[in-house]
C-alpha cells in the first residue's frame, strides 16, 4: 500500500471516529433534556443538581458527562444555573 493511500484511510477513519462521538454526545444531550423535562414541574421550576444526576445515571449518563452537557445546555441558553447550583429548563 503506498504511503497517500494509508494516509487518505486514517484520514476518513479520523473522520468517522469524529462523527461517531459528536453523535454519541448529541445522544446523551437528548437524554439529559428528557430528564431534565421528567424532573421539571412547571416554567421556571428549580431541578436540583444531585437529582438530575441521579436520574442521568439510571440512564447510562456518568456524572463527568453530565456536569459537561450541562455547561454546554448553559452556553447554547436552554437551561440557567442559579446561585444555589439548581438547574431551571428554559
Known amino acids: 500500500m ?5 494516509d487518505e484511510i486514517m484520514r476518513v ?6 462523527r461517531v462521538m459528536n ?6 444531550k ?3 433534556l428528557g430528564v431534565l423535562r421528567d424532573l421539571s414541574t412547571g416554567p421556571n ?9 441521579y436520574e442521568s445515571q439510571m440512564e447510562g449518563i456518568m456524572e463527568s458527562e453530565v456536569m ?6 448553559k ?7 442559579t446561585p444555589e447550583g439548581d438547574i431551571i429548563l428554559t
Open 2 to 6: 503506498d504511503p497517500t493511500s494509508f
Open 13 to 18: 477513519q479520523r473522520m468517522m471516529a469524529s
Open 23 to 28: 453523535e454519541s454526545s448529541m445522544d446523551s
Open 30 to 32: 437528548i437524554k439529559l
Open 45 to 53: 421550576a428549580k431541578i436540583m443538581r444531585e437529582h438530575i444526576i
Open 68 to 73: 459537561r452537557l450541562l455547561e454546554e445546555l
Open 75 to 81: 452556553n447554547d441558553d436552554m437551561v440557567q444555573e
